[in-house]
């Protein structure tokens, strides 16, 4: 991996008013070997113009489709399948990375050539891209992982090696709202290997539209879903107040382990702080 490829992946669905910034994101990372690819699913906002656009003054291959599919997992599949590079991105179109995302990623690799899933820190950003939050994570715990009930690897911070989608994994096509948490927890139980880098690699924007705004409830009851799948505590459990009680203590649990880490590392003394700007 002395000079390895990135593929970016976007899915994207009338996110206009966010996607030339998505866009100029990884236009800004300086390095020359990437590609970026868009899955539309049949925008009917000006999407369409600021990738016609974009695409002619982008200096590396833009590649974009418009039609529609079966959901934002169908596009981000679809997308994984045309990716040619050795490290792969997810952005979705209302997010956007961070300066030097690109080269901390490659670097990060280059040190750590076992590592199949790199995540990094990330911000909140508010629909006018003002940070609200900076996000430091914990290092890799697959217990927190399956049981917190925040997902704290972020697909905005998140990289994977090709060899992951070479032997056979993708997202669950139908799930609509935690398909990021089960492709983590399925990649987890594999034995994959995870790593952390101390370092803000993108940003993550809540915007009025957005799933996460607009379903949280439909967005927890994915994830409790494949939490009970997964884990071995509920595969002879049965179903009902018992249930109910055991995912409580567990998810409890998890989140004592998270935020008593991120207490100790000071994370809560700077979460509040204005991050550098993006441009």
Not at 67 to 85: C, M, P, T, V
Not at 87 to 93: E, K, V, Y
Not at 97 to 126: M, N, Q
Not at 242 to 262: H, P, Q, V, W
């Amino acid at each position: 991996m002395s000079n390895p490829s990135i593929s970016i992946v976007t899915p994207s669905l009338n996110q206009g008013p966010f996607l030339r910034e998505c866009l100029k994101s990884v236009a800004k990372q300086g390095i020359s070997v990437i590609e970026h690819i868009v899955m539309d699913g049949d925008s009917t906002d000006d999407s369409m113009e600021t990738l016609k656009a974009f695409e002619a003054e982008c200096r590396y291959p833009l590649r974009w489709q418009s039609k529609r599919d079966r959901g934002q997992s169908d596009a981000i599949n679809k997308g994984f399948k045309e990716a040619k590079g050795e490290i792969i991105g997810w952005l979705n179109a209302d997010d956007r990375y961070r300066p030097g995302a690109f080269s901390a990623v490659l670097d990060a690799f280059r040190k750590h050539p076992e590592t199949d899933v790199l995540y990094g820190d990330y911000t909140w950003i508010d629909a006018d891209g003002e940070t609200v939050q900076q996000r430091r994570e914990i290092g890799f715990s697959p217990f927190v992982l399956l049981y917190h009930r925040v997902l704290y690897i972020q697909t905005t911070a998140m990289f994977f090696h090709r060899r992951v989608l070479d032997a056979g994994y993708c997202l669950d096509e139908s799930l609509h709202y935690a398909m990021d948490f089960e492709f983590f927890v399925r990649l987890s139980a594999s034995r994959h290997r995870f790593l952390h880098v101390p370092v803000f690699l993108g940003d993550f924007r809540f915007q009025p539209k957005s799933k996460t705004t607009l379903h949280p409830e439909r967005q927890l009851q994915e994830q409790t879903d494949i939490m009970q799948l997964y884990s071995p505590v509920f595969r002879h459990c049965p179903r009902g107040m018992f249930a109910t009680g055991m995912t409580f203590g567990l998810r409890t649990a998890a989140a004592i382990r998270r935020y008593s880490e991120k207490a100790v590392r000071g994370y809560y003394l700077t979460q509040f702080r204005t991050a550098a700007p993006t441009d």
